[in-house]
């Protein structure tokens, strides 16, 4: 273990998670038979190795499919609450852990110490959402045309459920996914994002030991590593009914073919480009918090994060003037340090493409007013430190149209009503968080009605980033549609079956139809 590393633990964190890396820096733990190649995951904090893990070649995720398929076939018949109560086990399990995975997500995702105890907080919440859930699955009952007949509605577990997610949220998101699908009777594969595999390994470990401690079968939970070659095994594979991806549009686009050339459903969680709206009747002091969080939280890397201002034109300079002010106290630096506000990028390639977004905007005509560049020198050896930046720009431009995922916030300027900044905000092909700063009632009920935004989240006096687990989260457009965690989203995870009973000895038919013999 290098300095840093040493420095805040990491060592003792991934041995509280039971990865134990060996002298060749290989990482075990329960990589469900892997024995593909190497997979190197270096830490964005430090540029160091962290440990190897191997890849799931194809006969390996033949042993998965197998695995998962028996655990299935016992897992749909235990009952649901008996079910919630492993996912109990395993949400207590996750507060026990919650300071060294916190740690370990921090440490090979790069985002602060904090954000990564809050994405372990999402993992016991929906933990705790699952567990009432799993006493109330409900199907409803309906009246039945005919004489002496019952109707209703019952859910059945699905089957084997595929996972892809991201790096951003790199143990959050599946838990969002697998604590629902487990109390729905369901098994998951898990394919994790290559660039966090040792997050999957955590996770995987926490959650075979409390299903081995219930003598469950291993398999109810199944792990896979590797890049989209690994990801389309299982988007082909009509053993899944059910592929949830999280991710870039372009990998949505994919999946969703993929996975639909079989017949087969997917959940997708793709790309934001949020705005925030700031009316004349905004609290600015609000505004700039909401804003500044969204825009520099994760390094701008949230499917969630603000990438868009829309400000009134009687308030720009005022709101302006005060975001400048607030990036020049930002601290970046190493995210285990808690003095620090940004960490790093994921990666080089992802710093590639923030310098190129700050490049296009200043092509297209677009005006930097803070102007970012890549961090170097002692403490940002990894090359992955950027400093946010702010550029005012039109929503025309191809760049603001896309989602970069990196701190570039953009502004715009509208003028006259609410109505105006709201075709601004709906004016991209992406769906997912979008938030007003208003005071005026009239300006928000107008932002929420069928006619205001068209996301599937939309917020008034908060920002666009940090969504509570008891709601439907996800979004419209070419975000994918897709709902995940809260609400109702459980019913994507089981089969919905209507049943109909008669208890009579005659055989009416529906419809009046007469069918006499
Ligand atoms: C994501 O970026 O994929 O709303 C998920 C938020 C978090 C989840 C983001 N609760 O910002």
């Excluded at 995720?61 to 109560?85: C, D, I, L, N």
């Excluded at 990564?116 to 907080?121: A, D, I, P, T, Y």
């Excluded at 075979?208 to 291993?218: C, I, K, R, T, Y």
Aim: proline share 3%.
């Amino acid at each position: 273990m290098n300095k840093v590393a040493a420095a805040f633990g990491i060592q003792e964190a991934l041995d509280k998670l039971g990865i134990q890396t060996v002298n060749n820096g290989t990482a075990t733990g329960s990589d469900n038979f892997a024995s593909g190649e190497i997979i190197s995951s270096y830490s964005p904090v430090d540029g160091a190795l962290i440990a190897t893990v191997k890849s799931t070649t194809k006969e390996d995720y033949e042993k998965v499919m197998e695995v998962a398929t028996k655990a299935f076939a016992h897992w749909r018949t235990v009952p649901a609450p008996q079910r919630g109560e492993i996912v109990r086990q395993f949400g207590e399990k996750l507060r026990e852990l919650k300071e060294p995975l916190g740690k370990l997500v921090s440490y090979e995702m790069g985002k602060s110490y904090q954000e990564g105890l809050g994405e372990v907080q999402e993992m016991i919440d929906i933990c705790d959402f699952a567990v009432g859930l799993s006493r109330q699955l409900h199907g409803l009952t309906m009246h039945s045309e005919r004489p002496g007949h019952r109707m209703y509605e019952q859910y059945h577990p699905l089957g084997v459920v595929g996972i892809i997610s991201a790096f951003n949220f790199p143990v959050a998101v599946w838990a969002w996914n697998t604590a629902l699908a487990w109390i729905c009777g369901d098994v998951c594969v898990w394919k994790p994002s290559e660039k966090t595999p040792l997050c999957g390994i955590a996770c995987q470990n926490i959650a075979a030991d409390v299903f081995s401690a219930n003598g469950l079968p291993e398999g109810i939970s199944c792990l896979i590593n590797g890049d989209y070659k690994v990801g389309e095994m299982m988007t082909s594979d009509s053993r899944i009914p059910l592929v949830s991806a999280t991710g870039s549009i372009r990998m949505g686009k994919i999946v969703a073919q993929a996975v639909a050339s079989r017949l087969g459903k997917s959940l997708l969680e793709l790309g934001g480009n949020n705005a925030i709206i700031v009316s004349p009747d905004a609290d600015i002091k609000m505004t700039v918090i909401g804003a500044v969080f969204g825009a520099v939280g994760t390094a701008g890397q949230r499917c969630t994060s603000t990438r868009r201002l829309i400000i009134h034109d009687s308030i720009y300079d005022k709101v302006k003037d005060a975001l400048v002010d607030a990036y020049q106290q930002l601290r970046i630096g190493n995210p285990l340090d808690e003095n620090n506000h940004v960490g790093p990028l994921i990666d080089t390639d992802a710093v590639a493409l923030y310098e190129q977004a700050l490049q296009k905007v200043v092509d297209e005509g677009g005006k930097l007013i803070v102007e970012g560049g890549v961090l170097q020198g002692e403490g940002y050896e990894s090359g992955c430190y950027v400093k946010p930046a702010i550029a005012e720009a039109d929503n025309s431009f191809a760049i603001v149209q896309h989602e970069t995922f990196a701190p570039v916030l953009y502004l715009l300027k509208y003028s006259g009503g609410v109505e105006n900044a709201i075709a601004l905000q709906n004016g991209v092909v992406q769906g997912l968080s979008s938030a007003i700063m208003t005071n005026n009632l009239r300006e928000a009920e107008r932002f929420l009605s069928a006619n205001g935004s068209d996301c599937g989240i939309a917020n008034v006096n908060i920002g666009t980033s940090g969504a509570e687990i008891g709601g439907a989260f996800g979004g419209e457009k070419e975000t994918g549609g897709g709902r995940e965690s809260g609400s109702d989203a459980w019913k994507v995870y089981m089969r919905r079956q209507t049943n109909t009973i008669n208890y009579t000895t005659e055989l009416p038919l529906a419809q009046g139809i007469k069918f006499d013999l």
